[in-house]
């Protein structure tokens, strides 16, 4: 027992530590939360607790999977490596070392197989195929889906896991990419300095709002597409009478016509009268477009306005979030200095998801009444036209430029947050089971990428929060 290095199995240990605080971490801050709202009896609030805590230990559970994962990429190869290296030196007749090509190689293929085995844990869940493949039945978006009468295995729980892997790989396979042909002639660095500079920090801007873009407009749209702790999320920001975005969407369906009486016009009458406004100004027969004082919700005629009292009422939501996570992440260093710099980067963080609500909202009316009908004229491009989609077009595009308030290394954390789930509004999230290894390959692939250039000393390709957080625990 001498000679064994329990060093080999401490990045496995952190792992499953890491990912218990992630899984669990949550589930109990829910649970405490909703200690105010249900009148339960101390045993039930127990049994509670225990099932949160025995869930995260069962071996289907994200712990586990970051523990093997971990494993696999740390301490399998360590041992293939020491097994090919004992059996090298008995052939050749003394001790060999092994090249850094294969070293890599092998690296890979023990990362591959442990996230494969993984995937393969994750997805014994029985209950979840069963309650998500109904949920789904019963969604109004079945085009993913096969007809009622044909009743598949369901796979797609880890969707989101998958494609933030293949987000994370995809970056590294663009940044080696760029570096490795960096010093040829006809690389965009050597022909135009500036402009590649000038790409390189726009790039991560540019994915978050194409990704920001897509993920507006399915919450306008096609909300089951969106995880529904996420799309609750984004609802509650927006604070918005739901009546008007169903107005979208109905126009978007062809059930709201200017013109035409389809039976719809009573839905904004009642909100006319909360608002105090003409009830004709919420029907599509009489008023030709709805007007967007109507869409103001109570702060006037003017968009700008509006505008003005989105970022503000955003702002002030905002900083209720941001403050107390700024200052408990700087618990350890209680002083004023800290403080400070924990109250300016709220406000900053603050200031950029008030600018992301204003946008989307301002977006909307330029495009609807007060830019778009002046440069298009209402022949080519009709109310109905805009309020079918072309306006929420205009905010879904203009909201994310709002990142552009954050500092350069807090935007590339924060595409890296939303560019999964804009891929995921793109794919279906429950799918049948046979067609589960495509996924299982794409994340098992993803994830070897990932961990072989941390492991291989490409750190620096790794990048963000993500990066340093593996390297500290994949550290032996």
Known sequence: MDHVDFNAIKPLLRAYALGHVTFTGPRLFGFLRSLRRQKLSTQENLNILCTILKTSTQPNRFPTAAAIIVGGATALP???????????????????????????????????????????????????????????????????LPPPSYQPQYAGKTIDFTLFAFCRALDIVIISAWTRSRSKPWHLEQRNPGLANDLRRLADPTIFSISAAIIMWSWFYAP????????????????????????????????????????????????????????????PTKTIPIPCELYHSGTGKSCEVHAASRFSRSWK??????????????????????????????????????????????????????????????????????????CVLAGCLACGWSILLEKPSRRQEVAFFVAPRALATLLPRVYDRQYRIREQAVFATSVALVLTTLKSGNERNVRGVLGRLLGSIMRE
Not at 101 to 115: E, G, H
Not at 121 to 138: A, T, V, Y
Not at 339 to 344: I, S
Not at 369 to 380: A, E, H, M, Q
């Open 224 to 283: 089951d597409r969106l995880p529904r702790e996420y799309n609750q999320w984004i609802s509650k920001v927006a604070d918005i009478d739901a009546r008007l975005i169903e107005v979208l969407r109905l126009a978007r369906r062809g059930e709201f016509v200017y013109g035409e009486d389809t039976g719809k016009a009573g839905l904004l009458q009642p909100l006319c009268q909360k608002l105090g406004l003409p009830e004709g100004y919420g029907d």
């Open 78 to 144: 360590r041992l293939v490596r020491a097994i090919l290296q004992k059996v090298l030196s008995i052939y050749s007749n003394g001790p060999t070392r092994l090249n850094d090509r294969l070293t890599r190689r092998i690296q890979f293929v023990c990362s591959l197989l442990s996230a494969w085995l993984a995937f393969d844990l994750l997805n014994r869940d029985e209950n979840w195929f069963r309650k998500r493949g109904i949920s789904s039945l019963e969604s109004p978006n079945k085009h993913h």
């Open 317 to 390: 939501f905002a900083m209720e979030i941001y403050v107390p996570l700024q200052l408990l992440a700087r618990i350890r260093t209680p002083n004023l200095k800290s403080a400070m710099e924990g109250l300016k980067a709220a406000a900053r963080s603050s200031s950029f998801l008030a600018a992301y609500t204003a946008l989307v909202y301002y977006g909307i009316c330029l495009a609807r009444t007060r830019l778009g009908p002046k440069i298009f004229s209402t022949k080519t491009v009709t109310p109905q036209m805009w309020d079918s989609g072309l």
